[in-house]
């Protein structure tokens, strides 16, 4: 059964920079699934950041492409989010999530993280 | 992007009650439609992919149907482990993916 689970600071300070991890456990990372991030706000709803595949491809969120880094680590077999320039509206669960190569569906989501921005 | 609305924002209903809810794509997404459902304290979680093929493990009671821009999600008998949020998805020339705003389910 595939498992992620996300890892980071659950507060971080306006202008600075998030990074998160998520491991996956009971797959390969090199599968051949794109490996995602998503968060959720009261105010933006479920919003897509950004996805990774093995090989490195990127394809990020238009809205937050000038301050999204998604990286994968396959030796760990895992993945990662940076986000930058940090404001109050960055405040959000953060998922990170999975779909098959070939469809446009996420079957599997990590059980979130809490990110807040605040001084 | 495409930006996808849902209606009901909320509703209340019993068990055994039929629910629709309605999912409206602002452009042509063919059948690139997802359903997910959500409760509180939980990650979303698939319901519906495709605009009407049911994930595994999901009850029948569960359907989706439409194309082009409007799409409906079913309950054909409401179960009290039911009662959560859902959530349509466009995935037409994706990426981007975006979501809709969600519709809540709670008991009348």
């Known amino acids: 059964q595939v498992q992620l689970q996300e890892s980071g600071p659950g507060l ?3 202008s600075g920079t ?3 991890t998520c491991v996956v456990s009971g797959l390969s990372i090199s599968s051949g699934n794109w490996w995602s991030w998503v968060r959720q706000s009261p105010s933006q ?9 093995h090989t490195g491809s990127t394809n990020y969120n238009t809205s937050l492409k000038s301050r999204v880094t998604i990286t994968v680590d396959k030796s ?18 953060y998922y990170c999530v999975t779909r098959p190569f070939i469809h446009y569906y996420f079957d599997q989501w990590g059980q979130g993280t809490l990110v807040t921005v605040s001084s | ?8 924002s909320s509703l209340s209903a019993s068990v055994g009650d ?6 409206r794509a602002s452009q042509n997404v063919r059948t690139f439609l997802n359903w997910y459902q959500q ?15 049911l994930q595994s493990g999901v009850p029948s009671r569960f359907s989706g149907s439409g194309s082009g821009t409007d799409f409906t999600l079913t309950i054909s008998s409401l179960q009290p482990e039911d009662f959560a949020t859902y959530y349509c998805q466009q995935s037409f020339n994706a990426p981007p993916f975006t979501f809709g705003p969600g519709t809540k389910v709670d008991l009348k």
């Open chain 2, 1 to 8: 992007d495409i930006q996808m609305t849902q209606s009901p």
């Open chain 1, 76 to 93: 760990k077999n895992q993945f990662s989010l940076r986000l930058t320039s940090l404001t109050a509206a960055d405040t959000a669960m």
């Open chain 2, 18 to 23: 039929r629910v629709t809810i309605t999912c």
């Open chain 1, 18 to 20: 998030l990074s998160l």
């Open chain 1, 12 to 14: 971080v300070r306006p």
């Open chain 2, 39 to 53: 409760k509180p304290g939980q990650a979303p979680n698939l319901l519906i992919f495709g605009a009407s093929s």
């Open chain 1, 45 to 53: 709803g479920l919003e897509w950041i950004g996805e990774i595949y």
